[in-house]
């Protein structure tokens, strides 16, 4: 199948594919909301080493005296206190699916993981609500030394190693969700790649919600150490419930000297989530951050990829797409800091907004006074499917030396009645024609895709077409 | 001759301000026979194109358009494409992010609804139609229109025209903005693509491209209607003395 071949019925979201529950079965819950009380305990069940709880109650610390931010979505009905922080799902983690529950299994089968795996990817981590119930990675990675295991497992058996890099690029006073999440974490990948290993297809990490009510909070750290390479995916996705359900993952990267990363999110979480995501890359001399981020899912969302170029000739190229339907609201952006001489960055933001959604693009460049040399680009655009729909771009650009290259452009529009009438005289249906000039938008994030999840995307954004031509 | 396209008395004003700009238009097209409209600048002759194929900036205010016999008013634009009714534009429209490959396999499977072509051989018609009108394989992988020459434009819509097999071919300046050799290649891939009983309206400033596609009827066309009609000696007179003195 080509990605090219156009199907009106791959644009529209098969919501039995996402929406599906399983029983609310689990081995261990805490009560709802935030405490000293419900730390210890969720460091109990996870047996973990003193600082780390340390850690966490320090977090709690934080996120007791942080205000809210002063920006963003509108979280006054997201009670916290209302959340459940930690479900541990009643399965042992494994390395074999078939030591994974039926039901559990039976998940991440229809959401075509294990498929994935066997055809396209280097290894693969399942999170079924609180912790990670698959974890696998090709036998000839881990001899070349490659880490690729759960979070809780890497604060065992390589304690220097996430000690040095636990909330160190996102740590807890960074924002009051920060805090919350280093208070309550849970689940989550590690990942580590020796210098110069070069991880030819990528790694990938699912995080699926079952329970009605609870908080998702992985953290996830990915070293890629001098000279390597290495991408990872990201999916996510819930059944929808009638009660709240909030993700506050992070992510922290470590981009050492010439190495490369490149991340990819697609985010489809369902219409009951907040999605309120962290996540930060620290990037070395000559080291590339890509960040891919798709973010089609959830209720509200705030979410602003960041990269720190702090080594000299450091890149960073992020590829944003957001989706924002009907009552959702998706404030999403990305944040470039560039500290060191001849650093260079590429942003193109890119949204949709149908049906009354509202996407807001938020973005910070700041170039310091020492990045003499500097390059950077900013382009968003919005595309907006119909008139009840909102979008607004705020791009901020701080430039502190004189020695710096810097463009900017942005886009707000709505597709030409010229193109739609052009398109239908070959034939397609004003509904056809409006879904290929989406496709085309969309295409530059949609080419940075393996193809496997590029058909996802088409699969994931409902265009809505039917109600925005009304 | 089976009648294939009737314009009875037409009348349309733009939908934004209501500006009158067809007034009582009066065509019929037979199967196979070729139309010319010739016009100065500005008389509205592109409109008559675009209202036949009921662009959403016109509006029908009397008369109508039969195809076949049967009004085509009331069907939206890709329900008379799927007729076999096809528009060549003078300057199409771009459509950034969408591959020319993508778009031609879609447009042919909406117009030949029909077809159980397989993919694999649809592909290699739209190569060989590609090589026909002399366009390189490599802009099959660009945008549709984006950063199209003046000549890869008209090339694409001739090709389309072939591809898409229309029965009634409206082709809306196809010699504008081309030297006299684009000239000839295009109207070659005209005549090539010609089958028997497709009925063309050229709609032409100048009358060059008549001397490779030959018409069988030549209207002068004035303040949006048809004021004169002849054969193809009446395109010799307006070029010799110009618009005004017809």
Redesign the interface.
């Known amino acids: 199948m080509?990605k090219?071949?156009?199907n009106i019925n791959d644009l529209i979201i098969d919501q039995t594919k996402y929406d599906f529950r399983n029983p609310e079965i689990y081995a261990f819950k805490t009560l709802p909301g935030l405490n000293e009380k419900i730390i210890h305990e969720i460091s109990e069940s996870k047996n973990e080493p003193k600082w780390m709880l340390e850690k966490r109650l320090e977090s709690l610390k934080i996120f007791e005296s942080k205000p809210l931010p002063k920006f963003g979505v509108d979280v006054s009905d997201l009670d916290l206190n209302k959340i459940i922080a930690y479900i541990k799902p009643n399965a042992e983690r494994s390395n074999n699916w078939d030591d994974v529950p039926e039901e559990i299994k039976d998940t991440f089968e229809k959401l075509g993981i294990p498929e994935a795996e066997r055809k396209a990817l280097a290894g693969v981590g399942a999170q079924y609500d609180s912790e990670i119930v698959y974890q696998n990675i090709r036998k000839d990675l881990e001899n070349l030394g490659v880490i690729f295991m759960d979070m809780e497992s890497a604060v065992k058996k390589h304690p220097d190693l996430v000690k040095e890099h636990f909330m160190k690029a996102s740590p807890a006073n960074g924002h009051k969700y920060a805090a919350f999440h280093g208070a309550l974490w849970s689940g989550g990948t590690f990942l580590y790649v020796p210098k110069n290993v070069k991880v030819s297809m990528p790694l990938q990490a699912y995080f699926r919600m079952n329970n009605p009510g609870m908080g998702q909070l992985e953290h996830t750290i990915i070293i890629a150490d001098e000279g390597s390479e290495v991408a990872f995916i990201e999916g996510c996705s819930a059944p929808f419930y009638n009660t709240t359900n909030v993700h506050v993952g992070t992510v922290e990267i470590y981009v050492k000297e010439s190495a490369r990363v490149k991340y990819v999110t697609i985010q489809n979480w369902s219409k009951n989530t907040y999605n309120l995501n962290t996540k930060v890359s620290l990037v070395d001399r000559d080291g590339v951050m890509e960040w891919v981020s798709g973010s089609l899912g959830s209720q509200k969302t705030m979410i602003y990829p960041a990269s720190i170029l702090r080594g000299k000739g450091a890149k960073n190229e992020t590829k944003a797409i957001t989706y924002s339907g009907s009552n959702q609201h998706m404030d999403t952006g990305s944040k470039v800091i560039m500290t060191a001489p001849y650093t260079s960055s590429t942003v193109d933001a890119r949204s949709i907004s149908v049906g009354g959604g509202w996407a807001f693009y938020r973005g910070w460049l700041k170039i310091g006074e020492n990045a003499k040399g500097a390059k950077a680009s900013v382009q968003c655009q919005a595309l907006m499917l119909d008139n009840e729909s909102k979008s607004d771009t705020v791009p901020l650009i701080e430039v502190h030396t004189d020695d710096a290259d810097v463009g900017h452009e942005a886009r707000i529009g709505r597709i030409?009645?010229?193109?739609i009438?052009?398109?239908?005289?070959?034939?397609?249906?004003?509904a056809?024609?409006k879904a290929?000039?989406v496709?085309?938008?969309?295409?530059?994030f949609a080419k940075e895709l393996p193809i496997e999840y590029a058909i996802e995307l088409n699969r994931l954004i409902n265009l809505e077409v039917e109600s925005s031509i009304g | 001759m089976k009648e294939l396209l009737r314009i009875k008395n037409l009348k349309a004003i733009t939908t934004d301000d209501g500006t009158v700009i067809l007034n009582g238009v009066n065509l019929t097209i037979n199967e196979g026979e070729i139309h010319a409209i010739m016009g100065p600048n500005g008389s509205g002759k592109s409109t008559l194109s675009n209202v036949i194929m009921g662009s959403p900036k016109y509006e029908v205010t009397e008369g109508d358009i039969l195809f076949k016999g049967q009004s085509i008013l009331d069907l939206s634009t890709d329900a008379r494409a799927k007729l076999g009714i096809f528009l060549s534009f003078q300057t199409p429209e771009e459509v950034d992010g969408v591959k020319m490959r993508q778009f031609l396999l879609n447009a042919y499977r909406n117009i030949h609804s029909e077809d159980t072509i397989t993919a694999l051989k649809l592909n290699k018609l739209i190569n060989e139609f590609t090589d026909t009108v002399h366009l390189d394989k490599e802009f099959l992988n660009r945008y549709v229109n984006t950063g199209f020459s003046g000549g890869e434009r008209k090339k694409s819509e001739i090709m389309q025209m072939g591809l898409l097999k229309p029965k009634m071919a409206i082709l809306d300046e196809i010699d504008s903005g081309l030297d006299v050799d684009a000239l000839r290649k295009v109207a070659e891939s005209i005549n090539k693509f010609k089958c028997e009983n497709m009925g063309i309206l050229m709609i032409t400033h100048y009358q060059r491209v008549l001397d490779y596609v030959k018409p069988d009827f030549v209207h002068v066309y004035n303040k949006g209607k048809i004021a004169t009609t002849g054969n193809a000696d009446l395109a010799l007179k307006v070029e010799e003395n110009g618009y005004a003195n017809i």
């Open positions: 080509s090219n071949d156009f030409k009645q010229e193109q009438y052009y398109l239908m005289t070959r034939g397609l249906s004003e056809e024609a290929m000039v496709r085309g938008f969309v295409e530059p």
